[in-house]
């Protein structure tokens, strides 16, 4: 995974928890996302544009910080 603005992504399959921590040092954690979405998420070509896209608008979240 490359990206701008992402520095890593996790994922926890038994909760389905995306952890996605930002360059800036920013953790968020989304809710119910499952594994096919985080499968994707890492295949995309740009990964920040499949989150603005696909994860922020559908999934609940939480600063995780």
Known sequence: MQS???ASIG???ATNQLEI???GG???VYFAVP???HQTLMESDSV???VNEH???HYAWQ???
């Open 4 to 6: 701008h603005a992402i």
């Open 11 to 13: 994922f926890d399959a």
């Open 21 to 23: 921590e930002y360059i």
């Open 26 to 28: 920013d953790v968020y």
């Open 35 to 37: 594994a096919s979405v």
């Open 48 to 50: 920040g544009r499949f």
């Open 55 to 57: 994860i922020k608008p």
């Open 63 to 65: 600063d995780g910080e």
